[in-house]
């Protein structure tokens, strides 16, 4: 009997992706090995890794212990909040500067093109540059400006990209990370998040440097008793006992609660136009979007939704 060519479709959702590393871990655990890959935003970023030859224990070992508020190089806020040059060096690194040619898994990665409104598919060239590309979140990462293009996130049209793999594979595990929207902000608990507060800090530093040093350049010279204003610890500590807006971390959060809506149904639309074999729905209600501190709860919520589908998988691959 001919084996079946498998294919793994990661979707995106930010901090809800590291539960990807617990999907391939039970997969592994079990044979069942992955033949090719497609991935947008986060899941480009696990897609790439795995493709380059880490398994699940190096993504754990890797992802799970970076820091990655150090990896969110902020800007002044023109066409995004983060420039990511960090995070694309970071990611070059980890892949040794390979192309797509040279990975041992194929791999297709999605992002959008804003100009033409399309789906642009990478599967050649150089991997870090088109995984920068996919995790192109407007609003809050910078888009990427290539061959003419303005690229974005592949989820703004394809939030799980199944039918990249139809072609290539026989059959198809998706990993879905979004949340049903009724439920996931109303049922999240209200925690104190030390990675968001962190998150929120460096932000708001980063701003005002920017501030600082624009007054500099232009020889606008401040009185001393009001330099103290425009100190970053000043403000910050002014914003949390006032309880300002901007102490939620506004910015981020309504950008991404737009996003999260129109990629949950884009995702719920395309996953039934391009269905897969298997769907894999990590339960991560106890999590925020931007909790990569809480890499571990993610994993094991991918290892625990697989295993229940190990038996199906088993059952399709020997048909």
């Not at 088109?130 to 888009?143: L, Q």
């Not at 990370?177 to 030390?194: D, L, N, R, T």
């Not at 000043?234 to 309880?243: M, N, V």
Request: net charge positive; with cysteine; glycine share 8%.
């Amino acid at each position: 009997m001919k084996k079946k060519k498998i294919g793994l479709a990661i979707g995106g959702g930010a901090a809800y992706g590291l539960s990807a590393i617990g999907v391939l871990k039970a997969l592994e655990e079990n044979c069942i090995p992955i033949d090719v890959i497609s991935g947008t935003s986060i899941g480009a970023v696990i897609g790439a890794l795995y493709a380059s030859g880490m398994k699940s224990f190096n993504l754990e070992d890797e992802l799970l212990g970076t820091e990655w508020k150090e990896l969110l190089d902020f800007v002044l806020p023109q066409k995004g909040l983060v420039s990511g040059k960090k995070i694309e060096n970071y990611l070059r690194g980890l892949l040794q500067n390979k192309t797509f040619e040279e990975l041992k898994i194929p791999l297709y990665i999605t992002a959008v093109d804003i100009k033409q409104g399309q789906q642009i598919i990478f599967n050649k060239g150089d991997v870090a540059s088109a995984v920068r590309a996919s995790i192109s979140i407007p609003g809050i990462f910078t888009p990427v400006e290539m061959d003419g293009m303005t690229l974005v996130d592949g989820g703004v049209l394809d939030p799980v990209p199944t039918d990249v793999l139809k072609e290539h594979s026989d059959m198809i595990i998706a990993i879905d990370f979004e949340k049903e929207i009724k439920s996931s902000y109303a049922s999240a608990k209200k925690e104190k998040s030390e990675f968001l507060e962190g998150l929120q800090k460096e932000f708001l530093e980063n701003e005002i440097k920017y501030i600082q040093d624009y007054l500099k350049q232009g020889k606008i010279r401040i009185p001393i008793p009001f330099r103290w204003f425009l100190s970053p610890n000043y403000i910050y500590k002014t914003i949390k006992k006032q309880s300002l807006p901007i102490s939620s971390f506004q910015i981020f959060d309504i950008t991404k609660k737009s996003y999260h809506l129109m990629a949950s149904e884009m995702a719920k639309l395309k996953l039934q136009n391009n269905k897969p074999d298997i769907l894999i729905k990590p339960d991560l209600s106890k999590m925020n979007w931007l909790e990569f501190d809480k890499g571990d709860y993610a994993m094991k919520q991918g290892e625990l939704a697989t295993k229940e589908k190990i038996s199906e998988i088993k059952k399709i691959m020997k048909r």
